[in-house]
């Protein structure tokens, strides 16, 4: 089992930056890839970005050049450092941890993006 645990979200004006934050705990050796999805109201839930164990990263192209994502091993956390905001990034963001054919969510947080 892996539990995830997601902070960081909060109210942002456009433009602005934000970065969510990720813990991991359980079985988390074994966790091949870790990514950032997230959902906005009337909208189905959407990879925002991606990372493998081996460090290899991809961001949906809505992000690309915004939104960065990384990951501290040592301390079993990822992170998503979010710049130059938009309205149409508001969502609610949920960490995701694949774990051979195992898929893990988080609570989620939500970003909102308003002035």
């Known amino acids: 089992q892996v539990q995830l645990v997601e902070s960081g979200g909060g109210l942002v004006q456009p433009g602005g930056s934000l970065r969510l934050s990720c813990v991991a705990s359980?079985?988390?050796?074994?966790?091949?890839?870790m990514a950032w999805y997230r959902q906005a109201p009337g909208k189905e839930r959407e990879m925002v970005a991606r990372?493998?164990?081996?460090?290899?990263?991809n961001h949906a192209d809505s992000v690309k050049g915004r939104f960065t994502i990384s990951r501290d091993s040592a301390k079993n956390t990822v992170y998503l450092e979010m710049n130059s905001v938009k309205p149409d990034d508001t969502a609610v963001y949920y960490c995701?941890?694949?774990?051979?054919?195992?898929?893990?969510w988080g609570q989620g947080t939500q970003v909102t993006v308003s002035s």
């Open positions: 995701y941890a694949a774990r051979g054919i195992y898929s893990y």
């Open positions: 359980g079985s988390t050796l074994s966790i091949v890839a």
């Open positions: 990372i493998t164990a081996g460090g290899n990263t």
